[in-house]
């Protein structure tokens, strides 16, 4: 589904202080899989997401989605392949306070220009799935832990992506809400969903919903393994 072959990036290049974030991965996203992308901080898990969800461009190599080479596109197809390809969970949630939870879910589909009202009863629809319905008028500061990180993935799932990213979903969550977190990860996956995670938690590179784990450092892919 995604291809990536010998990507590099490369920030501030040329100067004293140039760093290569990644240096030369070749990888294939498998459709509808659970991969993991583990290692420690600055590894360049983070860089490599970015890259593969069209949140920057790599200095230097090629990338496929479904066939279309993606790598050249202008900034504005860049845009839409974003909103449309890719959802997206980030390690600190990234909701807006002073509006509710439904409101928050909707914010990415506002810029497709479908109706409110459609919206909404696809916004509810996403938090009825993760047992939020009761949430759905609250503001987000109101929410737990672990309520918040589930209104980040009805977020994230809004517009229907093919591609799920996370960076670092168990950061600031307890044991349990790790688990449970990884158990909506399985449901996603049934849901034919391709999930790629950044993450150094056992509890998400050591769970039964994961199909493949790639150990990173230094910008490279050290390891492959891959679940029966």
């Known amino acids: 589904m995604i291809e990536l072959s010998d990507i590099r990036k490369v920030f501030n290049s040329g100067k004293p202080n140039e760093f290569?974030?990644?240096?030369?991965?070749?990888?294939?996203?498998?459709?509808?899989?659970?991969?993991?992308?583990?290692?420690?901080?600055?590894?360049?898990?983070?860089?490599?997401?970015?890259?593969?969800?069209?949140?920057?461009?790599?200095?230097?190599?090629?990338?496929?989605?479904?066939?279309?080479?993606?790598?050249?596109?202008?900034?504005?197809f860049l845009t839409e392949i974003r909103r449309k390809s890719f959802g997206f969970v980030f390690q600190q949630f990234n909701l807006i306070k002073g509006i509710t939870a439904m409101e928050n879910v909707i914010l990415p589909a506002y810029p497709t220009g479908e109706g409110f009202s459609v919206l909404k009863k696809r916004a509810l629809s996403?938090?009825?799935?993760?047992?939020?319905?009761?949430?759905?008028?609250?503001?987000?500061?109101?929410?737990?832990?672990?309520?918040?990180?589930?209104?980040s993935i009805a977020r994230a799932l809004v517009n229907d992506p093919s591609v799920i990213i996370a960076d670092e979903p168990t950061a600031h969550l307890d044991t349990k809400l790790s688990k449970d977190f990884m158990e909506i990860i399985g449901k996603l996956k049934v849901?034919?969903?391709?999930?790629?995670?950044?993450?150094?938690?056992?509890?998400?590179?050591?769970?039964?919903?994961?199909?493949?784990?790639?150990e990173m450092r230094d910008g490279r892919i050290l390891s492959r393994a891959t679940r029966q």
């Open 126 to 151: 996403l938090l009825e799935l993760f047992d939020l319905s009761e949430r759905a008028f609250s503001k987000v500061e109101w929410l737990s832990g672990g309520e918040a990180q589930r209104v």
């Open 20 to 76: 290569v974030a990644i240096d030369g991965i070749t990888l294939s996203v498998e459709r509808d899989k659970v991969l993991v992308l583990k290692g420690p901080s600055g590894s360049g898990k983070t860089t490599l997401l970015s890259v593969i969800g069209c949140m920057a461009r790599p200095t230097s190599g090629r990338i496929t989605l479904s066939g279309k080479e993606i790598t050249s596109l202008p900034e504005r």
């Open 191 to 214: 849901r034919r969903k391709t999930i790629i995670i950044a993450s150094h938690d056992p509890i998400v590179y050591e769970s039964a919903a994961v199909d493949r784990v790639l």
